[in-house]
């Protein structure tokens, strides 16, 4: 089964495509877990027109996908890259965790569930700065 794989992946444009599936199938499955341990729920926060949760999303969006861009640029094949980007997102949801810890003066996610744009910007810009971070050891 790897040999056909390997042989996919040697074509440039069916590897782009393997690399992207990949990453999107990826994203939902994260974007998941990460539904699961917040006090609200994206989509339909999202659907009422809360900016702070769009901007929090965002944030796990772009730092997931800069995880799996690290992951991929710096890995030989689609299986490590997938098990450095999964990694990547542990220690993305792991600062998520630390990040609500550290700020005992209020909820991150009730702040957030209330619209406060100001812990919605800096909800996303952690999540998009750590990713850098991240993904910088991903490709040690």
């Not at 929090?56 to 980007?85: H, M, P």
């Amino acid at each position: 089964m790897s040999n056909e794989v390997d042989n996919l992946l040697s074509n440039p444009y069916a590897a782009s495509l393997v690399y992207v599936s990949v990453t999107v199938l990826s994203l939902i499955v994260f974007l998941s877990c990460f539904e699961l341990v917040t006090r609200y729920k994206c989509w339909s926060e999202i659907k009422k027109g809360n900016v702070s949760v769009a901007m929090a999303t965002s944030g796990k969006i772009f730092g997931i996908c800069n995880i799996f861009r690290f992951s991929i640029e710096s890995n030989d094949s689609v299986y490590q890259s997938l098990i450095w980007g999964a990694f990547g997102f542990v220690i993305l949801m792991a600062a998520y965790f630390l990040f609500e810890f550290l700020t005992p003066v209020f909820r991150i996610d009730d702040e957030i569930a209330r619209d406060n744009r100001a812990v919605g910007l800096i909800a996303m810009i952690i999540s998009v700065s750590l990713s850098y971070v991240i993904g910088a050891t991903v490709i040690l």
